[in-house]
């Protein structure tokens, strides 16, 4: 199978559960060409070690198995679907149902993909982005034979209504092995945004449900709170910087892919409980994802 066609199969698996990362296809014109003729279908398997988005997390670990299924036509159309298993001790239950629609274009060196996705969370769920119900995101990416350079845009949805605008870019390097069969690709990300979506994380899961002591670093509550907010959670800041490593090895239909990340989150919320003022303290996460997929 062609490097650009797995490429695309990871990002895709990559997006879906951390959203703004995305991967850079290797496309040669050999590879672009064959692609442009078939469609094709994936079913893939991956684990992921914590949910973590935009450098932020809830206290309590989230690990997912998620299955996922993915058609692409010719054309660029796609469609996927996946569910997320959260296998946390004592909290084992399918957490999350997503569907994609998407197109995604290669023009010579530069491609693209635009995309809508809808989340449908658990009402028990923990996880940071659970107040998040649809997205609109664009990526654009250009080889320069040496650097991949992309940029990703995105509008979030979240369940009171309010929404949030993130950029994120990216700088990547592929190393190719010589039959073509595994690339590893040492990346830096910047993400932007605002944080509406972590107020209503906040006011819904972690401060102000009132059945659970939880926070990063000092942040916590003993007591139902009843007015929670995040001082500037409308304004545009930088959230997040990731070094990342993914990789993928390739055998006939099957891909193995492998992306460990260290999260570095930036500009700490600032959190207003029943007028007591607390500053997050925000700690730098390891997380990884493994992957196994098939393609027919």
Aim: charged share 20%; aromatic share 16%.
């Amino acid at each position: 199978m062609e490097n650009s066609k797995f490429n695309f199969i990871l990002a895709i698996s990559l997006f879906l559960f951390t959203s703004v990362l995305f991967g850079q296809n290797q496309k040669r014109e050999d590879q672009k060409a064959k692609d442009i003729d078939s469609s094709y279908v994936s079913v893939a398997m991956n684990f992921i070690s914590d949910a973590v988005f935009m450098g932020r997390k809830d206290s309590i670990t989230a690990p997912y198995l998620y299955p996922s299924i993915t058609y692409y036509h010719k054309s660029g159309f796609y469609t996927n679907g996946s569910l997320s298993y959260l296998t946390k001790s004592n909290e084992s239950r399918v957490d999350l149902f997503l569907l994609t629609a998407g197109f995604d274009f290669t023009i010579k060196k530069f491609d693209g993909d635009i995309s809508i996705t809808k989340y449908f969370f658990n009402g028990d769920s923990y996880n940071v982005i659970s107040e998040v119900q649809a997205d609109v995101t664009a990526k654009f990416g250009y080889d320069f034979d040496f650097i991949n350079l992309a940029l990703a845009a995105s509008t979030y949805l979240n369940a009171n209504s309010s929404s949030d605008f993130f950029v994120s870019s990216e700088i990547s390097h592929d190393f190719i092995s010589s039959n073509n069969k595994f690339q590893i690709s040492p990346t830096i990300g910047v993400y932007l945004g605002s944080q509406n979506f972590y107020e209503e994380y906040f006011t819904n899961n972690r401060l102000g449900n009132g059945e659970r002591s939880s926070g990063n670093g000092n942040i916590s509550t003993t007591q139902t709170t009843t007015t929670i907010s995040i001082q500037e959670s409308e304004k545009f800041k930088m959230m997040a910087i990731e070094l990342s490593l993914p990789m993928w090895y390739t055998h006939k239909s099957f891909t193995a892919s492998f992306l460990p990340t260290l999260a570095i989150p930036q500009n700490e919320a600032t959190i207003v409980v029943n007028e007591t003022i607390e500053k997050e303290s925000l700690e730098e996460t390891f997380y990884w994802m493994l992957g196994l997929s098939y393609t027919f």
